[in-house]
């Protein structure tokens, strides 16, 4: 029960502290509902208005049963409810589904009956007695009606209604009585006309719902005994129509307890106190709304017990750095000063962080997912303090960065995001299991400081080495993406990610080969005006799996090019001979000869040479050189 009792303990620590602009922490004994109907009555309960707002997002008082209500016979909200709910005229205007007026009039009647009633609760229980509210919705063409008197399922012709647009349509036809209601009363010594947003009625509905349970019992996570004991556990944790829930035992029936416990509720297996469910349950869902990564079903979520911001494991440095994931960031020069420089800005975000947040704070990560509609299963959970957390991410950031080009405005020194990984290994079209289970893998790699998976990375090579297969501008992404993983892979080889002339290791210069290869026949289709791919970018599949026989292919594919920049550019192609010779030189024993398969570590130096060919551009207005950028 440790992840309920953080979530508790989140609540408590925030609940009044949230964020300038972040929602409210919704209080115990409420749920969140979308409305689509305003109706204002006075403070006596008469009709004022009514209007259609669309879908809104509304705080509602709800019952333990209400806020997880399924079924045939669902049981009604206290205040705000449905049509088919609150209207007693319902069934008189041809509702096409069961009214529950007479449920929905009696937990309204008990509650303004009891010591906790609210003038607002009464107006409302005063209007919906007069048994009026489907024809003042009809009069005010906000619900409608047929020439027989009963309310339309389809609207034929144009100018469909707002009502129709905002309901869920079921075989074609859409029940106006699935339309939500909130409701505005009008006082005259209050302000606030807005239900939904009245403290005082909100704690009044919280101390009468509190009056009305009876279930005593050992509260696992308290340690204590509580007077309330949940019955039912909230859902709608991920979206408004999430219907998993974490904590579900309803076989009252079957095989589940039997010969283990001495009831058929669950609360022996599992007693949670109702006050603590409601809150880590609340805190959970506003967590996830916040600051949570979503792909689907997936969810996974990371914060502070004590409120503090923390750096989010699922984005990448970019987002790190500059606090949004999308700002445009400027060239970066490939020099020898580039790691040194994104090491100075990573540490100089990483003290942020530990300034707000103690070495000793509790650091949640928890990651949710579910294979049904109907049950949510916990996929990952880690436990940290703020030092530990911080350093693990810290080494990630630092140990996986290298120079991303991710589009024509973002392009940073740093590691990439789990899902960017995932499309690198598996393609932009994986499905969105795979997507799943790849960024679940990975996420041990950040959180735990575990090994990056062997087969990820072999994956993400061969797709960077099969350029021809892809686009120009994904395959730019995934290459920078592929020479962060394999140098954080391989952090003790102590890659840099600017050019080491001094590493002699057959692979790497065999990339530096290829990058040379590449820039003298590019520039040389650029002075002869012609625009097609070089040799060296469609062999690069053949050269990573037999680099010495497809060499010989590219060396002799260039000699046109050669020819060609040594009668018109004569100093660059004696610049390129040059450098060719010292890399060729570089090479030790029979490496040069050997045919055997390169690793990813012939794409680093094939990058970094290439960088220094053809540095980026330092500013959107640079002069176009003589030599141009590929």
Known sequence: MSWIQKLYETYEACRGHEPEGSEKLL???????????????????????????????TVIPATENSAGRVGIKPPPHPLCDKVQYCAADYPAYGGGKPSFYKEYEAQLADWCASAFSHPKADAVLAYVRKHSLVADLVRERVLFAGADGKLLTRWEGEGQPEV??????????????????????????????????????????????????????????????????????????????????????????????????????????????????????????????RQAYRNGDQVIVSWAVG???????????????????????????????????FSTRLNLAMKGYRAQLGPTDDIVVMGLDSATPGRMAITYYRELTGSEFLTRIEHWHAAYAWHQNFGKDKHFIGAPAPHDIAEAAYGRRLDDKLKRATVERLLPCIVDGQP??????????????????????????????????????????GYKMALETDRRSRDYLYGRLLAV??????????????????????????????????????????????????????????????????????????????????????????????????????????????????
């Open 164 to 289: 129709f647009k905002v309901l869920t349509a079921k075989s074609g036809e859409r029940d106006q009585g699935d339309a939500f209601i909130r409701w505005h009363v009008r006082e005259p010594n209050s302000l606030c006309t807005a239900a939904w947003e009245d403290a005082g009625l909100q704690e009044a509905w919280v101390k009468f719902d509190a009056s009305n349970k009876a279930s005593r019992g050992l509260c696992m996570v308290t340690g204590n005994p509580q007077a309330n004991l949940a019955l039912s556990h909230p859902k709608r944790l991920r979206h408004a129509g999430d219907g998993a829930k974490l904590i579900s035992a309803n076989d009252s029936s079957g095989f589940t307890f039997r010969g283990r416990f001495t009831d058929d509720t669950g609360q022996q297996a599992c007693g949670v106190g109702y006050e603590v469910t409601q809150k880590a349950h609340n805190v959970l869902r506003w967590l996830i709304q």
């Open 452 to 493: 990056l998976p062997r087969d990820l990375l072999e994956s993400t090579v061969r797709r960077a080495a099969n350029r021809v297969g892809l686009a120009h501008w994904e395959w730019e992404k995934f290459l920078g993406i592929v020479c962060g993983l394999y140098r954080g892979a391989f952090n003790n080889g």
């Open 307 to 341: 409120g503090a911001p923390i750096p989010d494991p699922c984005r990448d440095s970019l987002y790190l750095l500059a606090g949004v994931s999308a700002v445009p960031a400027p060239f970066v020069a490939a020099d020898a000063d580039a790691g040194q420089a």
């Open 517 to 630: 290869a590449e820039r003298i026949e590019g520039y040389s289709l650029y002075v002869g005006g012609e625009s097609r791919d070089t040799t060296a970018a469609k062999l690069m599949q053949r050269f990573a799996d037999r680099p010495a026989s497809t060499w010989r292919t590219i060396e002799l594919a260039l000699a046109p090019a050669k020819s060609r920049l040594r009668a018109r550019r004569a100093g660059f192609m004696h610049e390129m001979d040059k450098l060719h010779d010292e890399i060729v030189a570089t090479f030790e024993g029979d490496d040069f000869t050997d045919d055997s398969k390169l690793s990813g570590e012939f794409l680093l130096g094939y990058h970094c040479q290439r960088r220094v060919l053809s540095p980026p551009k330092t500013a959107p207005d640079t002069a176009e050189q003589d030599q141009p950028n590929e």
């Open 27 to 57: 209080p115990v004994s409420h749920a969140q509902q979308q409305a689509h109907i305003e109706i204002t009555v006075d403070a006596n309960g008469n009709f004022v208005s009514a209007s259609i707002i669309g879908k809104q997002e």
